[in-house]
């Protein structure tokens, strides 16, 4: 089993910038993949994709709408993965999670095994 914190969640100005992380222990093997989800006030039913990175190697994938905005990294030293917040919008205000898949890079939230509780972001105008 892996656990997963998220942290570094807070409120910021449109424009501006925030830094995630994901501290992750337990059992992770080279097989798994990080992804980041978030959720927006009101779509209770949906966690949108945000991006993946592969524990083995470090590649990272993006949604198309925050390509060319976050980046996603890896220190595995710390055991901790980065989702790091560039040139934030209103629009992405959620809620925002990792999760852990030990087999592989997917879009889809169902196919993870592993969820931690989530930290809130607030872009303002």
């Known amino acids: 089993q892996v656990q997963l914190v998220e942290s570094g969640g807070g409120q910021v100005q449109a424009g501006g910038s925030l830094r995630l992380s994901c501290a992750v222990s337990?059992?992770?093997?080279?097989?798994?993949?990080i992804g980041w989800f978030r959720q927006a006030l009101g779509k209770e039913n949906l966690r949108e994709y945000v991006g993946t990175i592969t524990w083995s190697g470090g590649k990272a994938y993006y949604s198309d709408s925050v390509k060319g905005r976050f980046t996603i990294s890896k220190d595995s030293a710390k055991n901790t993965v980065y989702l790091q917040m560039n040139s934030l919008k209103v629009e992405d205000t959620a809620v925002y999670y990792c999760?852990?898949?030990?087999?592989?890079?997917?879009?889809?939230?169902?196919?993870?095994?592993?969820w931690g509780k989530g930290t809130q972001v607030t872009v303002s105008s």
């Open positions: 337990g059992r992770i093997f080279s097989s798994h993949a």
């Open positions: 999760a852990a898949r030990d087999r592989g890079v997917t879009v889809d939230s169902n196919l993870y095994d592993s």
